[in-house]
């Protein structure tokens, strides 16, 4: 009978396991649900607020777990989460021109013109 074991390609795609099969990271993560999350039951448990426990369970389990446990494209949420962020918040205008950017420079350097770079301002009050 033969074992097999997996022989991971790159080396960084390997998550450690360091107790009961969690990550370090989830560990922490685990940890910071006991604290926070038993905090929170017993408080509400003294304050008669007993139906609203399990709501704010979830509430407080969310964050937690996509740190911990999602890892979208092979990434870890928090680098996914930037990079969904720089790409929601750049900027969705594109100016296209019939010539490339180079035979104009040369043009413009050959016929003595200065090269002065208009705001980006100007250049849509043109297009539009």
Same mark, same amino acid.
């Not at 929601?88 to 013109?113: D, F, M, P």
């Given at each position: ?12 795609? /390997?998550?450690?396991? +360091? ?6 990271? $989830?560990?922490? /993560?685990?940890t910071a649900w006991l604290i926070v999350g038993g905090g929170a039951v017993v408080a509400m448990w003294l304050l008669?607020?007993? $139906?609203? +426990? &399990?709501?704010?369970? /979830?509430?407080?389990? +969310? ?16 680098? *996914? ?5 720089? *790409? ?12 490339? +950017? ?22 849509? &009050?043109?297009?539009?």
């Amino acid at each position: 009978m033969a074992l097999e074991m997996r022989v991971y390609e790159e080396l960084t795609a /390997v998550d450690p396991k +360091i107790m009961a099969g969690l990550t370090l990271r $989830q560990m922490a /993560v685990a940890t910071a649900w006991l604290i926070v999350g038993g905090g929170a039951v017993v408080a509400m448990w003294l304050l008669g607020m007993r $139906q609203a +426990i &399990s709501w704010v369970m /979830v509430l407080i389990a +969310i964050p937690g777990a996509l740190y911990g446990w999602v890892k979208p494209f092979g990434l870890r949420f928090e680098v *996914y989460a930037k990079y969904v962020w720089a *790409y929601r918040t750049r900027s969705r205008l594109r100016v296209y021109g019939n010539e490339a +950017i180079w035979t104009i420079h040369n043009r413009e350097t050959y016929e003595g013109k200065s090269l002065v770079v208009r705001k980006e301002a100007d250049r849509i &009050s043109e297009t539009h």
